[in-house]
Nanobody
Framework: QVQLVESGGGLVQAGGSLKLSCAAS????????MGWFRQAPGKERVFVAG????????SYSDSVKGRFTISRDNAKNTVYLQMESLKPEDTAVYHC??????????????WGQGTQVIVSS
């Protein structure tokens, strides 16, 4: 079955950087668009960034555009999220997920445990 294992989260001061990783298995990774999503305490999970199957197309939410970069390595079945200039409002649990093509990055519904990011002010 599909397994997604996120890592790389932690506690960082505002203005700092983190790089998240998500290793996928049980799926033909290179044939799926992938997205990063986050869920802050008491809020719904929301889209953060997405990347096409070959990495040639990316998309970002307005709140992270210019600060976060999504990338992927299909040989390693891994998608990354480089986060720069972090703000306290970036605090959340971050998840990766395969997304439905041409759906504005709607997830299929497969989720890992996520990785916690805490940004202190």
């Amino acid at each position: 079955q599909v397994q997604l294992v996120e890592s790389g989260g932690g506690l960082v001061q505002a203005g700092g950087s983190l790089k998240l990783s998500c290793a996928a298995s049980g799926m033909r990774f290179s044939t799926y668009d992938m997205g990063w999503f986050r869920q802050a305490p008491g809020k719904e999970r929301v889209f953060v960034a997405g990347i096409s199957t070959d990495g040639g197309s990316t998309s970002y939410s307005d709140s992270v555009k210019g600060r976060f970069t999504i990338s992927r390595d299909n040989a390693k079945n891994t998608v990354y999220l480089q986060m720069e200039s972090l703000k306290p409002e970036d605090t959340a649990v971050y998840h990766c997920a395969p997304t439905i093509p041409s759906s504005n990055w709607q997830p299929f519904g497969y989720w890992g445990q996520g990785t916690q990011v805490i940004v202190s002010s």
